[in-house]
């Protein structure tokens, strides 16, 4: 991933017809977990009306609490990718959290004839889970979107990156989502987006930024714009490839990270100035 000394190839690679690369930007609004199929179906309907032919979904879910909504697992999988396929996405996010979820993507894939492609998404919980991260870099199916560890330094993230390109898979994403800090005040977390260029500097990585992750909340400025589109403007200005954002058509009701999820009628002015953040700069 440029890391190596001898590395000299270029960044980017096309998976499933679409290209991530230092260049692009590829927008993946979706929902940060699974819930039920109306919601699901409301949220591919939303994209293909918008053009957009990339989402988030989270069936595995990595939670603090263990009595928390841990996803659907598995069982989500068939439906959600067979409502992806109607709708034209070609690309989800989707985290995985042990190696065996690899085979139970590829396997409900296979089975349905590969309706939309899948990113396999690494939590930053799980950034230096080196044993999970040489397992998803033995294969070459899926691309991957490593998350920056909220507690460790850039540069041991850019390793554990590393770790997936060493395994044998390069089609790697690095996505900032924020760094854990003691107030945990006003964000969730520290926006970190202006290491965007830093990290295209250090590494041949698309980047991506997660703002919904980053803030936490669906505060305002004085201004009367939401800070998730502000941290979303920040990234993009500083050139990141990818966002990846929380939406849900009933915040309210969402299992995960409600809170933070921008409402769908809220998407095409979120796109819209995403695209004229990207295009002025
Ligand atoms: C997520 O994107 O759903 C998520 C849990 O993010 P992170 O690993 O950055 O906390």
């Not at 294969?139 to 998350?147: A, D, E, I, W």
């Not at 669906?218 to 990234?235: F, I, S, Y």
């Amino acid at each position: 991933l440029g890391r190596h000394k001898d590395d000299r190839r270029q960044s980017g690679f096309t998976y499933n017809g679409v290209t991530f690369d230092q260049s692009n930007l590829n927008i993946f609004a979706g929902l940060c977990a699974v819930d039920v199929p109306e919601h699901v179906e409301q949220m591919m309907q939303a994209l293909e009306e918008n053009g957009q032919v990339c989402t988030r979904m989270g069936a595995y879910k990595p939670r603090t609490n263990p009595y928390s909504f841990q996803g659907h697992g598995k069982g989500c999988l068939p439906w959600v990718f067979e409502k992806a396929g109607k709708h034209g996405i070609k690309v989800i996010a989707m985290e995985i959290t042990h190696e065996s979820h690899i085979e139970e993507i590829d396997h409900c894939l296979e089975q349905l004839g590969r309706p939309t492609g899948v990113m396999l998404q690494v939590g930053t919980r799980n950034t230096q889970n080196f044993e999970l991260l040489k397992a998803i870099g033995r294969q070459s199916t899926y691309p991957v979107l490593l998350k920056r560890g909220f507690g460790i330094t850039l540069n041991e993230s850019l390793n554990a990156a590393e770790y997936l390109a060493s395994e044998g898979n390069a089609n790697v994403i690095f996505c900032l989502r924020g760094m854990k800090t003691e107030a945990g005040q006003p964000h969730r977390n520290m926006v970190d987006f202006a290491h965007v260029p830093a990290v295209k500097r250090l590494t041949r990585m698309p980047v991506c930024v997660d703002p919904s992750h980053s803030v936490g909340s669906r505060e305002r400025a004085p201004d009367g714009v939401l800070d998730v589109m502000h941290a979303t403007a920040q990234g993009v200005i500083a050139g990141a490839n990818m966002v990846l954002v929380d939406f849900h058509p009933k915040p309210e009701k969402a299992l995960v990270d409600g809170p933070q999820a921008l409402l769908m009628e809220e998407l095409p002015a979120y796109l819209e100035d995403i695209q004229l953040c990207h295009d002025t700069w």
